[in-house]
């Protein structure tokens, strides 16, 4: 069989990586003195890189991260002196979401919180687990809108598709009636078959007051608190020493 041959088939599959890996063998002068099972798998990996990267940038895209170019490789950890870095690489590891656990963020404001969820996801996304990126407070409008026209199913069924659901911002806003009953219906849809990443300024023991309803705030804690790591953010604002370093620089 030739090269063009070869090459025609490939397009036809519409196998990329396997043909620029071909491709690449054929350059070679002595690609010739390669067993065939050893050019085969050449071809199979570049393929399969391949088709791992185009995986890696549709559900980045589709998950909508607010920081889609932060990864975990940038943590300056003196920025953050009570993170621990083991802490993060057993969490980059994603076990806690396969195991359908929860991990907390909590910290004041500007230590930098979303930047490090958005970090966590991104080592999901890296292993093709399905991300889903909302603000609480954007969230809690979806509900709102899709239940009054009448595709909250199908809503909760497409947020639902993501094992990784990030919510930014738990608790700046207190939740009406409609809310915190839709929201308790999104919680407990993903009860022990997903997980949750939270960002909050608050301490989990002021949760309760956001939904004004101790029953309802109850069953949502409940499946989140007692089945989640968390992080403890402490120390100065991340955004207040950079403007510092910033300034000290010009």
């Not at 943590?75 to 979401?97: G, R």
């Not at 292993?127 to 026209?149: G, M, N, Y």
Request: proline fraction near 2%.
């Amino acid at each position: 069989m030739n090269k063009q041959l070869v090459t025609s088939k490939l397009e036809q599959l519409k196998l990329i990586g396997a043909l620029q890996a071909f491709e690449h063998q054929c350059s070679l002068t002595t690609y010739h003195k390669l067993d065939f099972e050893t050019r085969l798998s050449e071809m199979l990996d570049s393929q399969i890189e391949l088709n791992s990267e185009k995986r890696i940038r549709t559900l980045l895209k589709q998950a909508k991260l607010r920081y889609p170019t932060t990864y975990i490789s940038d943590i300056n950890y003196e920025l953050y002196p009570s993170l621990k870095a083991n802490q993060i690489s057993q969490l980059a590891t994603a076990d806690w979401i396969k195991a359908h656990h929860h991990l907390l963020i909590i910290g004041p404001t500007g230590m930098g919180k979303t930047t490090l969820a958005c970090a966590i996801a991104q080592e999901a996304i890296k292993q093709h687990i399905p991300v889903v990126f909302f603000r609480l407070s954007t969230l809690l409008l979806e509900l709102v809108a899709a239940q009054k026209e009448v595709r909250l199913k199908q809503f909760l069924r497409k947020t639902n598709r993501a094992p990784l659901l990030v919510l930014d911002d738990w608790g700046n806003a207190l939740m009406g009636k409609d809310e915190r009953h839709l929201f308790f219906e999104l919680i407990e849809s993903r009860d022990l078959n997903s997980s949750l990443l939270i960002t909050s300024q608050y301490p989990v023991s002021t949760w309760h007051e956001s939904f004004q309803d101790s029953t309802i705030a109850d069953s949502v804690l409940d499946r989140i608190v007692h089945n989640a790591h968390k992080i403890d953010l402490k120390g100065e604002s991340i955004r207040k020493l950079l403007r510092i370093t910033d300034e000290g620089e010009r």
